[in-house]
């Protein structure tokens, strides 16, 4: 069955430090495609990165990097120097076919 | 660039009333999706759509039913509303075919629904 695992509930950061949001999943598909979007407290949900099954390389964008890890079926999302707009929920989320699957989200929030 | 668009974006109903949800998705998407997210939930697949067709069907309850149309709008149609439908209520598209396998799903900013 394809699931994804977010273990992290709640995290609190001061800004300027780096956090690390964790993911691991579950698939018997060997291409698939992972995802990680923002949920702000205004609610809306918003596609922040991508990655293939078949790319394994990691890559930083601005704030935003990540890990990700076939070995270990693992998707991190790092954001470095956080801001207090970086508090929202965050979900990592996984794609086989047309079908996605929600991790049950990480709460981040940000203390100035 | 053009973006799902939903309405209502918040909706007040009595238990037992009916609602409708509409979607508009983003221009040239192939697939529609409903999800459903409770208070500290994850979003929960409702039911999807390629092509006009029903593709797939999640935790829907029988109550619910949804269908797009000829113009690729999408309503949701809920019946017999309860209290424990209360939830926020997604609507995304995504292109799914060609150089578009590794798209993700573009969501619209949700209609809140409330049953009281």
């Known amino acids: 069955a394809q699931k994804v695992t977010q273990a992290q509930t709640e995290i609190s950061v001061v800004e300027k430090e780096d956090v690390t949001l964790d993911c691991v999943y579950e698939?018997?598909?060997?291409?698939?495609?992972l995802f990680w979007y923002k949920q702000p407290p205004s609610g809306e949900l918003v596609f922040l990165i991508r990655?293939?099954?078949?790319?394994?390389q990691n890559e930083i964008s601005g704030r935003y990097s990540w890990n990700f890890q076939k070995s270990t079926s693992s998707f991190n999302f790092t954001i470095t120097a956080s801001q207090v707009v970086d508090s929202a929920v965050y979900f990592c989320?996984?794609?086989?076919?047309?079908?996605?699957?929600f991790g049950p989200g990480t709460r981040l929030s940000v203390l100035p | 660039a053009a973006g799902v668009i939903q309405s209502p974006r918040h909706l007040i109903k009595e238990k037992r009333e009916t609602a409708t949800l509409k979607c508009y998705p983003i221009p040239r998407h192939d697939t529609v999706y409903w999800y459903q997210q409770g208070p500290g939930q994850d979003p929960q697949f409702l039911i999807s759509f390629y092509e006009k067709m029903q593709s797939d069907k999640g935790s829907i309850p029988d109550r619910f039913s949804a269908q797009q149309f000829s113009d690729y709008h999408s309503e949701l149609n809920m019946s017999s509303l309860e209290l424990g439908d209360s939830a926020l209520y997604f609507c995304?598209?995504?292109?799914?075919?060609?150089?578009?396998?590794?798209?993700?799903?573009?969501f619209g900013n949700g209609t809140r629904l409330t049953v009281t």
């Open positions: 698939t018997r598909d060997t291409t698939y495609y």
């Open positions: 995304a598209s995504s292109p799914l075919r060609g150089e578009h396998y590794n798209s993700p799903l573009h």
């Open positions: 989320a996984l794609r086989y076919g047309q079908n996605f699957v």
């Open positions: 990655r293939n099954s078949f790319d394994e």
